[in-house]
Structure formats: structure tokens, C-alpha cells
T-cell receptor, first 113, second 114 residues
Framework: DGGITQSPKYLFRKEGQNVTLSCEQN?????MYWYRQDPGQGLRLIYY???????QKGDIAEGYSVSREKKESFPLTVTSAQKNPTAFYLC????????????FGPGTRLTVL | GENVEQHPSTLSVQEGDSAVIKCTYS??????FPWYKQELGKRPQLIID?????GEKKDQRIAVTLNKTAKHFSLHITETQPEDSAVYFC?????????????FGQGTELSVKP
């Protein structure tokens, strides 16, 4: 799991600002995912990507955007349209295939001031 | 849509006792069921997983059972220790689920008291 990095660890944002969370992996994984975690709730899928230059919306994509220009990078932008962005954001990646383990990054805690 | 229900949401046990966490899933085509452990402020980490062609799997003090007919699976931790205290998440992945998406349960906060 050390092969997935997220930055920054903590991020503070003023209302109305867009912010971009970084996710990088050197594991040569095909698929990458973004999850949002709120206290007392499970992991909710925001976006995912199976290959470069392609991505799909997850369950809570509104107010978020992503890109997948390189296999190792999958940045997430939290836009001003996201009404309640304060949360813990987790990036994950895996090799293609149903039974392959999904590895998580260390997370970014975003706080809107 | 696809859904995974997890119970209980909190669980407190004495050190040395067993702990059981249960999950049910809605998609009968699900074929892979991992369990993740997340310590406070850290990333979730896989502790055990099971495929749909297996009914039970053990790894030292941890075991997972799967009942495909009833569409539920459970995590069993024996001889619990304080370091087992964490949030545990179950998940399911469907056979036809695009992108290998995992559907997660809501999590169980396990507290092991010394």
C-alpha cells in the first residue's frame, strides 16, 4: 500500500473555492477509485477509472470532477458546486480482475472553513 | 441498486472474547467479498477476503463465512486483543459490476476492552 500516495494530508478551503486532491500510484494498477468517507458512514464511491482517458461516475459524483491523463495519476477536483465537501477522501487502485485486492492511499482530510 | 448492509454499527467485547460482524448483500451475482480494517485516521487495509465458490476461509484468529443462498457473510475474530480495536468494513463485488466496483457496508466500530 506504500505505492499509493495522496497529497496533501490536510487541506483547508474557503467556501466557493475549487480544490484538487492528488492521487499517485507506482504499482502499475489499471483501475483507480475515489471514495468519500464521513463519520459513521461507509465508503461512498465518487468516480472511478479503468483505463487512461476514461472514467465513470460513482454514486455521489455531483460537485466533483476527475481526469486520468496518465496511468499512475487520478486527481480529484472538489468544485464549489459540492455543498458539503468537508470529509475524508480516499483514493484506491487495483489490477484489473474481479478477485484482485484494492489498495487504499493514506487519505486527504478536507475541511471547508 | 446494489446494497450491502452491515451489523452491528458498534460492538464492544472483553479481551479474549469473540467478535462477529454480519453483512448482507443484494446482488446475487456478487462473487468476491473482502473485509477491511481501518484504524483511526488511517487507510483501510484488507484483512481477509472470500470468493463465492468457497464457504469459509480462516487466517489465524480471523475467519469469514459465506452463505450464498441467504446472501450474507460474516467476519469472526477469536481471542480478541486491544489492537483489534478499529472500524471494520465488509464489501461485495458483482460479477458484472463494471470497473470492479466494491459496494461497502456502513462499518462496525469494534472496541476490545482489556
Amino acid at each position: 500500500d506504500g505505492g499509493i500516495t495522496q497529497s496533501p494530508k490536510y487541506l483547508f478551503r474557503k467556501e466557493g473555492q475549487n480544490v484538487t486532491l492528488s492521487c499517485e500510484q507506482n504499482l502499475n494498477h489499471d483501475a483507480m477509485y475515489w471514495y468519500r468517507q464521513d463519520p459513521g458512514q461507509g465508503l461512498r464511491l465518487i468516480y472511478y477509472s479503468q483505463i487512461v482517458n476514461d472514467f465513470q461516475k460513482g454514486d455521489i459524483a455531483e460537485g466533483y470532477s476527475v481526469s486520468r491523463e496518465k496511468k499512475e495519476s487520478f486527481p480529484l477536483t472538489v468544485t464549489s458546486a459540492q455543498k458539503n465537501p468537508t470529509a475524508f477522501y480516499l483514493c484506491a487502485s487495483k489490477v484489473a480482475g474481479s478477485y484482485n485486492e484494492q489498495f487504499f492511499g493514506p487519505g486527504t482530510r478536507l475541511t471547508v472553513l | 441498486g446494489e446494497n450491502v448492509e452491515q451489523h452491528p454499527s458498534t460492538l464492544s467485547v472483553q479481551e479474549g472474547d469473540s467478535a462477529v460482524i454480519k453483512c448482507t448483500y443484494s446482488d446475487s451475482a456478487s462473487n468476491y467479498f473482502p473485509w477491511y480494517k481501518q484504524e483511526l485516521g488511517k487507510r483501510p487495509q484488507l484483512i481477509i477476503d472470500i470468493r463465492s465458490n468457497v464457504g469459509e476461509k480462516k487466517d489465524q484468529r480471523i475467519a469469514v463465512t459465506l452463505n450464498k443462498t441467504a446472501k450474507h457473510f460474516s467476519l469472526h475474530i477469536t481471542e480478541t486483543q486491544p489492537e483489534d480495536s478499529a472500524v471494520y468494513f465488509c464489501a461485495a463485488r458483482g460479477l458484472y459490476n463494471q470497473g470492479g466496483k466494491l459496494i461497502f457496508g456502513q462499518g462496525t466500530e469494534l472496541s476490545v476492552k482489556p
